[in-house]
C-alpha cells in the first residue's frame, strides 16, 4: 500500500486568505481613487495594511492586476447590493425600481469606484474592453426575461428587449457620473422615479402618441 505523505507547513487556511485579499483590494481601491494608478506606489498599500509588498505580490503578480481586480471587486459589490435590494419583490415594475435605486445609492456611498472606471478607461484603453461593460454584457439574463415577461403580460410595449437595456443603462451610466461630478444630492428615490418615468411613459403625451 502506498501512504501519500504529508506535505509540510501550517494547512492553508482559506477564511484568512480571502480576508487578506478583500482587505488588498479595499485599500487599493481607495489608494488608485485618491492618488491614480500611475503615482500609488504598492508599497503604501501594504504599510496600510501592516504586511509586506511581497505579500501583496503574493496575491497581485503585478499592479495592474492588482487594479483591475480592485474594479472587478467594486462592480461585484454593485451587483450583490442590487440583488438584495430586488430580493423578495413579486411586482416586476417595482423591482426594476428597486434596481435603479439600489444603483445610484451604490455609486453615492462608493465614489471610488467611479474614479477608477475613469482610471481604467484612461491606462487600459487599448488593452481591453472596460470591465464595467464586460460585466454589464454578461449579466444580461435575468433583466431580459424580466422585461420579456413583462411584454407577456401586456405591461410595457412590444420592442426589442436589448433596446430597452441599452436606453435604460445607459441612462443609469450616465446618471452615475453626473452624480459623481455634479455632487447631486437629489433623494435616489425621486432620482429613480424621474428616470423611469421618462424612460415608461415618455415626454410625449397620450394624443401626441396617438399621432405619432
Do not use: C
Not at 83 to 88: F, M, P, T, Y
Request: glycine share 6%.
Amino acid at each position: 500500500m502506498v501512504v501519500e505523505k504529508r506535505q509540510p507547513g501550517r494547512p492553508r487556511d482559506e477564511a484568512l486568505q480571502q480576508r487578506r485579499r478583500e482587505a488588498i483590494l479595499a485599500e487599493a481601491a481607495k489608494l488608485f481613487a485618491k492618488h491614480g494608478f500611475t503615482d500609488t506606489d504598492v508599497q503604501w498599500i501594504a504599510d496600510a495594511l501592516k504586511i509586506s509588498k511581497g505579500t501583496v505580490y503574493r496575491y497581485f503578480p503585478t499592479k495592474e492586476k492588482l487594479f483591475l481586480a480592485a474594479v472587478e471587486r467594486g462592480i461585484g459589490r454593485m451587483q450583490q447590493h442590487i440583488e438584495s435590494a430586488r430580493r423578495g419583490m413579486t411586482d416586476k415594475i417595482e423591482e426594476i425600481r428597486a434596481g435603479v435605486v439600489a444603483y445610484l445609492q451604490f455609486f453615492k456611498k462608493n465614489p471610488e469606484l467611479v474614479e477608477l472606471f475613469i482610471q481604467e478607461r484612461a491606462e487600459f484603453r487599448s488593452r481591453h474592453r472596460p470591465i464595467y461593460f464586460q460585466n454589464r454584457d454578461l449579466r444580461r439574463g435575468p433583466w431580459r426575461q424580466h422585461l420579456a415577461d413583462l411584454m407577456i403580460e401586456g405591461r410595457i410595449r412590444q420592442m426589442s428587449v436589448d433596446r430597452v437595456l441599452d436606453v435604460l443603462g445607459d441612462v443609469l451610466y450616465g446618471t452615475m457620473f453626473t452624480n459623481h461630478f455634479a455632487g447631486r444630492d437629489k433623494p435616489f428615490d425621486a432620482q429613480a422615479q424621474d428616470i423611469l418615468d421618462v424612460v415608461f411613459n415618455g415626454i410625449l403625451s397620450d394624443a401626441e402618441r396617438k399621432v405619432v
